[in-house]
């Protein structure tokens, strides 16, 4: 319990060394009082007092977020400044790092790198049939089609894949574009491997770029990542 003067450790659900970094999950405590003891333990000064000014729902997850990522630097040495967020509302991390965050129902999730040019992007949704069919929101006409032939079941899933992963390409696409990129922008065609097919259309024709996306199922949940770097910087 808070407040009991022992040390509040952030309880850690899963850690990944991915093809984009470090990806650390750890679940948001039910109790306010519970996250701002996390807070005020885990963050930097600066970051919790931001926190503290959030409204209860999102200083939540902020703080979740924010957890989840010192836990990451500090699993990579990296000593970082507050992570406070940018102008576009993504975590401000310094030069030489790349990041991002995600956060559904009581888990929060970093994703960290060291890189000099590329961005990286993370997603998490809850692998649960919905109610509301998202289809044509989020495909393209082509993708409409691949998924077509799926049985019921499959389709809502590979729908929600190919979402969560344009979520992630746009969290690592957006420093670069700085604009909403619709999702008709972007096609992406998971492979079994765990790798996935990115084709982006850009209708402002930024770019290119080279978008490479994973994705994994576990534990009832949908994980994407994506890392994109000019195609003229890409290797
Ligand atoms: C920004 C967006 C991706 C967030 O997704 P979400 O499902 O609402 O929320 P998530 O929990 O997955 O991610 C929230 C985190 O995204 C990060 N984020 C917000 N804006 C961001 C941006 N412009 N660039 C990168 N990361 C951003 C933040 O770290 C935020 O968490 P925090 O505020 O606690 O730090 C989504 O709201 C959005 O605007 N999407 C744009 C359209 C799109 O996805 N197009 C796909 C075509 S490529």
Redesign the pocket.
Known sequence: MAGCNQPVAAAVAFDMHLKHGLCIGVRIPAEDEAVLALSREALLPEEARYAERLAPL?RR??I???VALREVFGRMGIDAPPVM?ND????GVPIGIAA?????AGL?VALAARESSAHV????ELDVSRAHDIARR?LTADELEEVAPLAPTERTREVLLRFSA??A???????FVRR????Q??AVRPCPDGSGAVQAALTRGEGPFAIDVTWRRFDGVVLTTARVVPRLLSS
């Open positions: 999102v997850t902020w979740g977020g924010r967020p576009r509302g993504a975590p991002s965050i995600t956060h559904k929060a992007g993370v997603d998490l989020v344009k979520e390409i746009y969290k690592a696409l957006d420093p909403f990129v619709g999702f922008e972007v």
